[in-house]
């Protein structure tokens, strides 16, 4: 707990471990450099430059957990960390309490640990809002519903969270099969979701590229069905992914994070801070969920190494982030609770218009929510 690995009185060392093989999680490694770029534009956090060690896991448990021994050794803290395979990472950081991880987790076990700390905590359930907003809007399709479920430990819990939800609220799910990580065509999954008659198709948990082939298959094989996107569908590359605007036109998209692929740049400052320097850190990159939970998490750092004393340890910096009670990066998220892993059960609803996500139903973003509904609550599975 009074390490001083990776920390000079001028600099600062952190590791990022993410999956960057495919470039599948690379865009964390990348937000986690534009918050560095754009602090150390300013002189650093308390005279002291970010520096960032990636780290590739290569999307194997073993390649995760020689990544996070190796920051372990040589690095101050892990920040913005992405990957399904974080879980052996995580056996790691339970045998070394003095460690902070500031990321993005996704496996329960490494997320209940006290030295780790997630911009938007991980829940073990799902927001009621949304699902609330869409029984409202499509009161008879809720009772054929159809989802598409990565083949990961991480994403089953997840989907089983969301699931639980749904069911309470009066869905019922008649499909919900899984993919594995390498498929790249969904035309089965639509023929049988067609042949079972599902009528409103969840790919929120869906990342980009999956989910850009499933919308490609549904045109192709003129299946309609009302389509919900969600956080990590929501990309500047979905709609090129997808063969353009008229297969993704009329989609949904339920998420607790801002429109900061640049919707929301004019009326939420912090978007627009974001988007300049991701393009400073990679010009060109196309920005995804995963670019911005870097950045989320290299911010929720340096505001705790701010506050962690004139000579932080990395024990002073886990206890300036048990203090973190609120935090929601300039709007750029529904406020979250790190300290308590507690995440909002605020959210907004938008639409694909021309190929273009567009709010609907939202509160303005200048009233006291900053424009995320807040209604309904979070609610957690039992047992978990």
Same mark, same amino acid.
């Given at each position: 707990?009074?390490?001083?690995?990776?920390?000079?009185?001028?600099?600062?060392? &952190?590791?990022?471990?993410?999956?960057?093989?495919?470039?599948?999680?690379?865009?964390?490694?990348?937000?986690?450099?534009?918050?560095?770029?754009?602090?150390?534009?300013?002189?650093?956090?308390?005279?002291?430059?970010?520096?960032?060690?990636?780290?590739? @896991?290569?999307?194997?448990?073993?390649? $995760?957990?020689?990544?996070?021994?190796?920051?372990? !050794?040589?690095?101050?803290?892990?920040?913005?960390?992405?990957?399904?395979? @974080?879980?052996?990472?995580?056996?790691?950081?339970?045998?070394?309490?003095?460690?902070?991880?500031?990321?993005?987790?996704?496996?329960?076990? !490494?997320?209940?640990?006290?030295?780790?700390?997630?911009?938007?905590? =991980?829940?073990?359930?799902?927001?009621?809002?949304?699902?609330?907003?869409?029984?409202?809007?499509?009161?008879? @399709?809720?009772?054929?519903?159809?989802?598409? &479920?990565?083949?990961?430990?991480?994403?089953?819990?997840?989907?089983?969270?969301?699931?639980?939800?749904?069911?309470? &609220?009066?869905?019922?799910?008649?499909?919900?099969?899984?993919?594995?990580?390498?498929?790249?065509?969904?035309?089965?999954?639509?023929?049988?979701?067609?042949?079972?008659?599902?009528?409103?198709?969840?790919?929120?948990?869906?990342?980009?590229?999956?989910?850009?082939?499933?919308?490609?298959?549904?045109?192709?094989?003129?299946?309609?069905?009302?389509?919900?996107?969600?956080?990590?569908?929501?990309?500047?590359?979905?709609?090129?992914?997808?063969?353009?605007?008229?297969?993704?036109?009329?989609?949904?998209?339920?998420?607790?994070?801002?429109?900061?692929?640049?919707?929301?740049?004019?009326?939420?400052?912090?978007?627009?801070?974001?988007?300049?320097?991701?393009?400073?850190?990679?010009?060109?990159?196309?920005?995804? =969920?995963? !670019?911005?939970?870097?950045?989320?998490?290299?911010?929720?750092?340096?505001?705790?190494?701010?506050?962690?004393?004139?000579?932080?340890?990395?024990?002073?910096?886990?206890?300036?982030?048990?203090?973190?009670?609120?935090? @929601?990066?300039?709007?750029? &998220?529904?406020?979250?609770?790190?300290?308590?892993?507690?995440?909002?059960?605020?959210?907004?609803?938008?639409?694909?218009?021309?190929?273009?996500?567009?709010?609907?139903?939202?509160?303005?973003? $200048?009233?006291?929510?900053?424009?995320?509904?807040?209604?309904?609550?979070?609610?957690?599975?039992?047992?978990?």
């Amino acid at each position: 707990m009074s390490g001083h690995t990776g920390i000079t009185s001028t600099s600062v060392s &952190v590791a990022n471990v993410s999956t960057l093989t495919g470039g599948l999680f690379k865009g964390a490694g990348i937000g986690v450099q534009a918050y560095a770029d754009y602090v150390n534009s300013t002189g650093g956090v308390n005279g002291r430059k970010i520096t960032v060690d990636n780290g590739d @896991d290569s999307f194997t448990g073993a390649g $995760n957990k020689q990544a996070t021994q190796n920051a372990i !050794t040589n690095d101050f803290a892990l920040v913005g960390d992405f990957s399904l395979e @974080d879980s052996f990472g995580g056996s790691l950081l339970a045998q070394n309490p003095g460690m902070p991880d500031v990321s993005q987790v996704l496996d329960n076990a !490494t997320n209940k640990l006290p030295n780790v700390y997630s911009p938007v905590p =991980l829940g073990a359930g799902w927001q009621e809002g949304p699902l609330q907003y869409f029984k409202k809007k499509f009161s008879q @399709d809720i009772s054929a519903v159809g989802s598409l &479920v990565a083949d990961s430990p991480s994403a089953a819990a997840t989907w089983n969270g969301e699931k639980y939800v749904m069911e309470k &609220v009066g869905y019922k799910v008649i499909y919900d099969n899984t993919y594995a990580v390498t498929q790249t065509d969904f035309t089965q999954n639509v023929i049988q979701m067609k042949s079972a008659g599902v009528k409103i198709l969840f790919i929120d948990q869906m990342p980009e590229n999956y989910a850009s082939s499933v919308l490609k298959a549904l045109g192709q094989q003129n299946f309609h069905p009302q389509v919900v996107l969600g956080a990590a569908t929501y990309s500047s590359a979905l709609v090129a992914g997808s063969g353009g605007p008229a297969a993704v036109d009329g989609s949904y998209l339920s998420q607790n994070s801002s429109l900061y692929l640049g919707q929301d740049a004019s009326a939420i400052p912090a978007v627009g801070t974001f988007l300049h320097w991701v393009n400073v850190a990679s010009p060109g990159f196309k920005t995804d =969920l995963f !670019t911005m939970y870097g950045w989320l998490s290299a911010e929720l750092f340096a505001q705790a190494l701010k506050n962690a004393g004139s000579k932080p340890s990395r024990g002073s910096l886990l206890q300036a982030l048990s203090k973190v009670t609120e935090f @929601d990066g300039g709007h750029i &998220v529904a406020p979250t609770n790190p300290a308590a892993k507690t995440t909002s059960n605020c959210y907004l609803e938008a639409i694909v218009v021309n190929g273009d996500f567009q709010r609907i139903d939202d509160p303005p973003v $200048n009233g006291s929510t900053n424009g995320y509904r807040c209604d309904y609550s979070y609610v957690k599975q039992p047992g978990t």
